[in-house]
């Protein structure tokens, strides 16, 4: 059952893209925050009046 699936998901060429495209998406998904989060951190560094 699960070889037929995974058969008829291999054989169709846009499933290549669509796994691309989501990984893509899920590579900004942590991008994005990420970058966020570093920015608030190095603002929060700099602006710190102990240092």
Same mark, same amino acid.
């Given at each position: 059952? /699960?070889? +037929?699936?995974?058969q008829h /998901? $291999?054989?169709?060429? +846009? $499933?290549?893209?669509? +796994? ?15 970058? /966020? ?5 190095l +603002?929060?560094? /700099? ?5």
């Amino acid at each position: 059952m /699960f070889d +037929r699936a995974e058969q008829h /998901f $291999t054989s169709t060429p +846009r $499933t290549l893209k669509w +796994r691309l495209v989501h990984a893509i998406e899920f590579e900004l998904g942590l991008l994005i925050p990420g970058v /966020f989060v570093i920015a608030w951190w190095l +603002r929060l560094y /700099f602006s710190n009046p102990n240092d």
